[in-house]
């Protein structure tokens, strides 16, 4: 089936009761067994619930994989990577990140004894120098939140894969309409839902993805153990959500790509960050690896100063200033005291993360409007 087709069918079977077209929203925490062990594949709802079963299937056929699990948020999907590792283990990571995937690596894990360092992805040297005997997992993202870089997934991987290391990819940006890393090579695939696969900045929920049983085993095994599921209703709206994911796609990438050609000519921008134009560093690689750009734009002000950047978005109307990304309202926020925050200033700006820049998640509303918005907030 091709990728609109599974957006809107995959998981979703008739009710079987009722026949009902919708995959109900299973309300129960327990299921009745006919003698002790005999039942229909259900006991408990944070073993399995029907209908996070049918989300999970939903998201893992979408990704181009087997095995689907959904967690009550993206973070708690990347605790249970994480969960994997043991003391002593070592972790590769892109130096451009989500400020809370940081925070959990290094204010959570360093204190188990695990070893994070953050290097620039943008050529595979960096990160096979890095490479030792305790190497045991490769986690980036790509495009890269707030900067927007985009890493050479395959290049990446080939390189883990030579050395027998774990890789994950947190697709979260490019979501699989854009991209699928277990098609390049990735062993795990990790989502925050919230955002555009959710799409409607209405629930809190993260996946992962994978195409290794025994991966998918051995997180399922933490899925239930540790226990961060989340509930049916919140399954039944991302179920929803993403029958649209490839209408919404389409046109978060094309009025980003307006916003963007807009943001770029205009006299008082200093610098846009949009993989999709001529002159981003890794233009040739997002065309190859993405099959468009991305609803994700962030820029700095020409004179790069603080004060003015939090006036545009204080000014900005349509652009709502709030943190999270991917529903269809666009949004605005401040990286390095939204977001961000919880990177060190130091840390900040060895990556490229100025104080001024600001980043949009350009939503699917008219574009005269969005550039309206954008226009008044600079004038
Ligand atoms: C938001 C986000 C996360 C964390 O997901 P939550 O659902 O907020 O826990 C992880 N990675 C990226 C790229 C994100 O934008």
């Not at 619930?49 to 959904?70: H, K, V």
């Amino acid at each position: 089936m091709k990728f609109a087709t599974k957006a809107v069918h995959a998981g979703v079977h008739p009710d079987p009761a009722t026949g009902a077209i919708m995959t109900p929203i299973y309300q129960t925490s327990t299921y009745v067994q006919e003698s002790p062990g005999k039942h229909k594949g259900y006991e408990y709802s944070r073993t399995l619930n029907p209908t996070r079963a049918a989300l999970q299937e939903s998201l893992a056929a979408i990704e181009n994989g087997r095995f689907g699990l959904c967690f009550a948020s993206g973070l708690a999907a990347t605790d249970v990577v994480l969960k994997l590792l043991k003391s002593g283990d070592e972790v590769i990571a892109s130096n451009d990140l989500y400020g809370g995937t940081y925070r959990i690596f290094t204010g959570v894990y360093e204190k188990y004894g695990i070893k994070f360092h953050f290097v620039p992805m943008d050529t595979p040297d960096r990160v096979e120098a890095m490479i030792n005997e305790r190497t045991r997992l490769i986690w980036l993202e790509s495009p890269t939140n707030p900067l927007l870089h985009v890493i050479d997934i395959k290049k990446i991987m080939e390189v883990a894969k030579a050395k027998n290391i774990l890789t994950a990819v947190d697709n979260t940006f490019a979501t699989p309409y854009l991209q699928n890393p277990l098609d390049m090579g990735a062993d795990i695939v990790v989502h925050s839902v919230t955002k555009y696969l959710g799409g409607h900045s209405d629930t809190v929920m993260g996946a992962l993805v994978t195409n290794n049983e025994k991966l998918a085993e051995q997180l399922a095994y933490f899925q239930n153990s540790c226990g961060a599921v989340p509930g049916p209703q919140d399954c039944f709206l991302v179920l929803r959500g993403i029958k649209t994911l490839p209408l919404r796609m389409a046109q978060h990438c094309k009025n980003a790509k307006v916003v963007a050609e807009y943001l770029n000519q205009h006299p008082k921008i200093g610098r846009v960050y949009w993989p999709g134009l001529k002159e981003h560093p890794n233009h040739e690689i997002a065309k190859q690896q993405m099959r468009d750009f991305g609803g994700m734009v962030s820029f700095t002000l020409k004179d790069d100063c603080v004060e003015a950047a939090i006036e545009v978005l204080e000014r900005l109307k349509l652009f709502a200033l709030a943190e999270s990304l991917g529903g269809v309202e666009s949004l605005c926020g401040h990286p390095a005291s939204m977001t961000h925050a919880s990177i060190p200033k130091e840390e900040r700006e060895k990556t490229g993360l100025k104080d001024s820049l600001i980043r949009l998640s350009v939503g699917i509303e008219d574009q005269e409007d969005l550039i309206a918005d954008l226009a008044q907030a600079l004038d």
